[in-house]
Nanobody, 123 residues
Framework: VQLQASGGGLVQAGGSLRLSCAAS????????MGWFRQAPGKEREGVAA????????YYEDSVKGRFTISRDNAKNTVYLQMNSLKPEDTAVYYC?????????????????WGQGTQVTVSS
């Protein structure tokens, strides 16, 4: 599966952005989808994940209550709605896919990765 992320940009603290990730090549609903981010000088970290049909979601503590992951299998797209953004959310954001169910390690071992989209939050 090929993944293409978009929607990044520059926003002031407290603002919102919605990232999109379009998939192509395989049956989209076969994949658990995740969003990850990497800030300068830091390791990549998982942000959120969503199950095959969107029934179950998972969020890292740092984004709970502010970010929402969703998917539209008819459009082969997963979204990350980011509200109440903070300067520490500044990073390159990546979408990723895996075939294994969401399970108890929802942000581990993803097989397919898209290119990143830059999110910059100014204070």
């Amino acid at each position: 599966v090929q993944l293409q992320a978009s929607g990044g940009g520059l926003v002031q603290a407290g603002g919102s952005l919605r990232l999109s990730c379009a998939a192509s090549g395989r049956t989209f609903s076969n994949y658990v989808m995740g969003w990850f981010r990497q800030a300068p000088g830091k390791e990549r970290e998982g942000v959120a994940a969503i199950s095959w049909y969107g029934v179950n979601t998972y969020y890292e503590d740092s984004v709970k209550g502010r970010f929402t992951i969703s998917r539209d299998n008819a459009k082969n797209t997963v979204y990350l709605q980011m509200n109440s953004l903070k300067p520490e959310d500044t990073a390159v954001y990546y979408c990723a896919a895996r075939t294994r169910e969401l399970g108890n390690r929802p942000l581990a071992r993803y097989d397919y990765w898209g290119q990143g989209t830059q999110v910059t939050v100014s204070s």
